[in-house]
């Protein structure tokens, strides 16, 4: 291999960042992703690897993720130039022994760092990861606008952007079958939404940021993607009918229908959200 960038996790990595942009998801700077990298994944990219950058602390631990390699998006980087200039745009750290400290070995080039949520990012990688016996690999943030509308029309709880969103589209209660939580509004970047996130994905692979966006979580790039894109294509129905209907609804799936697609398709949906 001549460069990184023929590595074949790079490649899907940037192919995801540029999926993303061209949803429509990733407006400027909006954004982000974070993958850990599979041991022999680090090793094939490890002889391009730079002399490692300075340990920064987080400010959260860890321990369960010491050691490990994440490939992030850059903080301030555009979805849009990742496919176009990677070196600038994206960059692989390391995280230390103690479980609190990144360094960077590749990219991010240029005194890039990575994005200003990648506490957040990594808090929820270790409670993913400690949920799913390590299968969990992928958080991804996006800024996906029929989601984003939801949360000025519905109340913002676990159980109606759960409901709503199971309703709008057959494949919803398949696909995440815990339902998705929601995280009240609050200012990005911070310690107070990444505790509030990480709670809740305790419990679901999807989180809505009530008038900023989704989290979503998977054990790999296909997955996860395509958990965003469900929830926001299912998002879009909702609103198309509580529009298109003037906020009427003259017939939906019901909680029986959702009973028997779950037993149909060997799924346990959660309860709590059944009437
Ligand atoms: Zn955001």
Redesign the pocket.
Known sequence: MKSILDVDVMQRYIRMCDDGWLQGWHERN??NLSYRMKPEEAEQCRPFFCTPGEWVPMGVTGQNLAGEYFITTGSGKYFRNVILDPVHSIGIVEINEEGNAWRIVWGLEDGGKPTSEFPTHFMNHSIRSAATGGACRVIY?A?IPNLIAMTYTLPLTDKAFSRALWKSATECPVVFPDGVGVVPWMV?GGTQIALATSKLMEKYDAAVWAH??AFCSGPDFDTTFGLMHTIEKAAEIYNLVMSSGQGQVRQTITDDNLRAIAKEFGVVLNEEFLE
């Open positions: 909006g954004g943030h800024h990005p900023h966006g």
